[in-house]
Structure formats: structure tokens, C-alpha cells
């Protein structure tokens, strides 16, 4: 699968079908830091990415008072 990491614009490459939880973890990512996006479309940390997917890895920024 390839993957674009955002807003650093990297590119990574991972092989085979993962779920996404899987896919951060690999890349470094806490749970609930990151978002999955394929497409125009929000992946679940439970849910399976194919190898032949192309997806977004954007980080979560919050902001406060």
C-alpha cells in the first residue's frame, strides 16, 4: 500500500493487508493521534487497509482556549 504522510508529504510503502490500528503503530502514531483517510473517506482503526490502497496519514491537532 502506499501511504502519504501529512502535512510532511512523505511517502512510505508497506506490503501486504493491514487493519488500520496496525498501520500507525508501525509508523510511530499513539492511539487517537492520527487519522486514516482513503479517498475521501475516513478509515476506523478497526478496519482493514488492502495492500493496493492508497491512503492518508494526517496527524490530530487540537487546539484550546
Known amino acids: 500500500m502506499q501511504i502519504t504522510?501529512?502535512?510532511?508529504r512523505k511517502q512510505v510503502e508497506l506490503t501486504g493487508r493491514r487493519r488500520v490500528s496496525d498501520i500507525l503503530s508501525e509508523l510511530g502514531y499513539l492511539p487517537g493521534t492520527a487519522m486514516v483517510i482513503r479517498g475521501d473517506e475516513l478509515i476506523p482503526e478497526g478496519e482493514m487497509v488492502e495492500a493496493d490502497d492508497e491512503i492518508e496519514v494526517r496527524s490530530?491537532?487540537?487546539g484550546g482556549l
Open 5 to 8: 504522510i501529512l502535512p510532511e
Open 60 to 62: 490530530v491537532i487540537s
